[in-house]
């Protein structure tokens, strides 16, 4: 029985939540036994709000262990694992010192504040061993799934063009400010960005025009251009300032030479060249409670990640500030700095 510890108790923290309960209710070798967080007292008896909806506003955590203090609940509980669900600052130094005590980490998506942040990260999973899977939950999410597979096995020829779009209400708290979040470019449209290198790998440079609305916080609204060899053309928008009654919104539309896929309004819609279109059959499952299950399965069965390695997320971050230094001089193309002497 795999034990868990979860780090982070705000929204992002009670999805998790609500999935490891799901898992142990299916028997899946896993138990959440201790739940830390610096306001726990607070947010014990509080509800959040996000982009999608938890399972309850209100939880019952008399079950679990509750710490105000992350050495508290390492000195005190024997943990296989540890989820990570902190502001993205808090992820590096956090990150290694538990891969370096022997434990197992699921950190929340973005990976870390920096690229090179991130690139210890993914040096100190590979140094001890112990695996280490970044909640970059769209490749985990089913109509990407299925996006994924298109692209994969050619079913429609080769892809000609995409566009992605992410947005919904401003974020309130830590969000707002640019220096810890990254704003809605490190924090929001790296969702898409990740979608990309996932499906075509690491872009030859970025164009990006962005701009800040929200005083305090980073880019707010940003619009991207990909390039690669072969000509796609692809594109990814974000828009966190998107209030009244618009909710939340993700999409896609990519076209390929035999066929073209539309996903809007929770539903992927297959345009094949050569016959009557169709919608596709998913999973009703969202990627958080599959991208955590993965996890699980890996670590219970001793395989590595291969959906999501930290190496991967690192190269996300690295084109997310390839577009950062784009928008900073009004969609000039930057290349993509994968380490400190690469240009790709």
Known sequence: MLKVGLIGFGFMGRMHFDNYVRLMQE??????????????????????????????QVYDLEPYKLYDDVNAMLDSEELDIVDITLPTTLHADLTVSLLERGIHVLCEKPIARTSEEARRMAEAAKKTGKTLMIGQCLRFWPAYEFLKECVADGRYGKVLSGSFFRGGSTPQGWFLDGELSGGCMLDMHIHDTDVINWLFGKPESVSSIARNVIPGSAYDIVSTNYMYPDGMVL??????????????????????????????????????????????????????????????????????????????????????????????????????????????
């Not at 201790?34 to 399972?55: F, H, M, Q, Y």
């Not at 594109?235 to 066929?259: C, I, Y």
């Not at 193309?333 to 240009?343: G, P």
């Open 235 to 344: 594109n990814a928008q974000a828009d966190w300032t998107l209030q009244g009654d618009f909710g939340f919104a993700m999409t896609f539309r990519v076209n390929f030479e035999g066929g073209n896929l539309i996903f809007e309004n929770n539903e992927l819609k297959v345009n094949p060249n050569d016959g009557p279109g169709f919608k596709a059959e998913l999973s009703p499952d969202m990627g958080y409670y599959r991208e955590v299950r993965y996890f699980i399965d890996a670590v219970t069965n001793g395989t590595p990640v291969s959906v999501c390695t930290p190496e991967s997320a690192a190269d996300s971050l690295a084109i997310v500030e390839a577009e950062i230094r784009s928008a900073d001089n009004r969609g000039a193309v930057e290349y993509v700095f994968t380490d400190h002497q690469n240009v790709v």
């Open 27 to 56: 028997e899946a070798g896993v138990q959440l036994v201790a739940i830390c967080d610096t306001r726990i007292e607070e947010l014990k008896t509080g509800a959040v709000s996000g982009n999608i909806a938890t399972e309850r």
